[in-house]
């Protein structure tokens, strides 16, 4: 990134490989690198050097629009600021992703999805009448609903009580378990991410723990001098690093 005509390096080179089904915690202080590796890995930004695979697709050799149409077969995500539609009810936000998808049964699986978030008697609500806690159970249940092959959650109870926060980790950990949905986030939460399968640390834009990558299939096409690399797989074929 270029700040007045200086480089800021945000993310250090880096190699990361995430099995497909597999869940990972990525853990650090804040202003470490962990969203900025979230969203690079999700396709939402580019790194400046390096290279992301999702799903076999090339995502450093997409523009906007081809890595969104990836995202939107393949991705769910779980933003730390919820970044709901204020013009759209509860439901309707849920409900968009699987419109996208011209999924046939988005309102009945919004519906029984913010029930399962606690919101069923909220769903005609808009943001603006939701506390920040009911707004995060509403972009989680945005994030489910299209059965992603990938979830990415920033933060993702953050903004919950305990009791609720208890019940979107069970949650997202069934849909990790029960669907085969690779997993991977970010959290402060030290019990949250010992739920997970894995655990890496960020450190000034650096992985300072290491890596236990999956041997799986194709791995000439690794790159060693990758930078930043996520490759969602699905089938079982990999590259240097990936996600999924």
């Known amino acids: 990134m270029q700040v007045e005509d200086k480089t800021l390096v945000l993310l250090q080179p880096l ?5 497909a089904g ?5 853990v650090g202080s804040s202003g470490s690198g962990k969203t900025t590796l979230l969203s690079i890995l999700a396709g939402l930004d580019l790194p400046s050097s390096g290279q992301v695979y999702l799903k076999n697709q090339p995502l450093h050799q997409f523009n906007e629009e ?4 990836v995202r939107a077969q393949h991705v769910g995500f779980i933003f730390q600021q919820f970044l709901l539609i204020n013009s ?16 046939p049964d988005a309102q009945a699986r919004g519906e029984a999805l913010l029930a399962q978030v606690g919101l069923a008697d ?8 939701l506390s920040g806690g009911e707004q995060q159970r509403v972009a989680i249940a945005r994030a ?9 959650a920033d933060e993702p109870t953050g903004n919950l009580d305990s009791k609720t926060g208890q019940h ?4 997202i950990f069934d849909l990790n378990v029960k669907e085969g949905t690779t997993l991977v986030l970010v959290t402060h939460d030290a019990k949250l991410a010992a739920r997970c399968q894995r655990q890496v640390e960020m450190d000034s834009g650096a992985l300072t723990e290491p890596l236990i990558e999956t041997a799986l299939a194709n791995t000439d096409e690794n790159q ?19 996600v999924g």
């Open 168 to 171: 979107i980790i069970d949650l």
């Open 66 to 69: 081809q890595r969104s149409q």
């Open 144 to 152: 489910f609903i299209a059965k992603p092959d990938i979830l990415f």
């Open 122 to 129: 909220r769903m005609e609500h808009y943001p603006s009448q």
């Open 15 to 19: 190699n990361l490989t995430v099995a």
């Open 22 to 26: 597999e869940s990972i915690a990525i």
């Open 88 to 103: 759209l009810t509860a439901l309707e936000n849920v409900m968009l992703p699987a419109e996208l998808a011209n999924m």
């Open 224 to 242: 060693a001098d990758s930078q930043t690399t996520s490759h969602d797989d699905l089938e079982s074929k990999t590259s240097v690093s990936q």
